[in-house]
């Protein structure tokens, strides 16, 4: 009679896999970070540019970071309209800048020194 071949598994891990988290850069600064805690900003296919909290909407996207620096040279330097490869109006500007004044935590102590 021939031999019947038992097949184990391998050795069980010490638990669950631990669940991917997604990590974008920032287009100003360039650090990684967890895709949920940056600022997405996409530039729409009919050519507007909007916010995007939900990181779901269609388009061409970037993102950008909670500190301060990153906003202003976002707002004020070609860094995004470069990476949304568009052309940035004075409403898109004023758009940008009233939701850093309206983030939390968007005071002078961000963690990061001058």
Do not use: F
């Not at 071949?5 to 050795?11: L, N, Q």
């Not at 004020?76 to 990476?83: D, F, H, N, Q």
């Not at 940035?88 to 940008?96: A, H, S, Y």
């Amino acid at each position: 009679m021939p031999e019947q071949v038992v097949h184990t598994s391998r050795k069980a891990k010490g638990g669950p896999r631990p669940k991917h988290v997604p990590r974008r850069t920032c287009v100003v600064c360039r650090d990684q970070d967890a895709k949920r805690s940056l600022t997405r900003v996409v530039r729409q296919p009919d050519g507007s540019v909007v916010l995007d909290p939900s990181g779901k909407l269609n388009g061409r996207g970037a993102y950008l970071c909670d500190r301060e620096r990153c906003w202003d040279l976002a707002i004020t330097s070609p860094i995004l309209a470069k990476a949304l490869r568009i052309e940035i109006d004075e409403t898109i500007r004023d758009r940008l800048r009233s939701h850093r004044q309206e983030r939390p935590g968007s005071g002078p102590q961000e963690g990061m020194s001058d």
